[in-house]
């Protein structure tokens, strides 16, 4: 009965009709992981959506739980040329905090996508051919599994190898991502 419920549930294909019973709207990894919690003691199905750009309507269900990220969307410089943020940034707001420090990273070209998907589908973007997929510049991720436990795969290659492009929400909710930056190509600021 809350008033955001159809707003939260819809995706940007619009022609995608998914229910669920619940949405988590979460702001950080600890709300993340009582999601998780909740869904299992409810027995309850769980999908991810960080910005429901999937044409195929996954990051919603129906009858379950869909764990919404959007909010998580902090975003901070770390040692200069690396970067942290939470799986509901845009490209657009990770563009107006990269691009003035003559920074790219190889993402699409609509700004509405959150990060999240794009990185765990894999990601390819305009600067794909040059760079590899956004999910090549990943080097570290904070995410909560299936059981509600929170995991950091900076001494875990092979989880960070495992979610980068490895099924969108199979291993768990990635709650937060680090990027290594890319050198902008020589007047690209000027866009």
Known sequence: NDPRYNGLRKGFNKSVEKFPKVIALCTNTHEVAEAVKYAISEKLKIAVKSGGHNVEGFSVNDGGMVINVSKMNTIRFIEGDKLAVGPGCTIAQIYAEI??????????????????????????????????????????????????????????????????????????VVTEMIFQLQKAPLGMQAF
């Open 99 to 172: 691009l003035p420090k003559n920074y790219i990273l190889p993402v699409g070209s609509c700004g509405s996508v959150c990060i999240g998907g794009l990185t765990m589908g894999g990601g390819y973007g305009l600067f794909s051919r040059e760079y590899g997929l956004i999910c090549d510049h990943l080097i570290e991720a904070t995410f909560v599994d299936g059981k509600g436990n929170t995991h950091s795969t900076k001494d875990n290659k092979a989880l960070l190898w495992a979610l980068k492009g490895g099924g969108s929400g199979n291993f768990g």
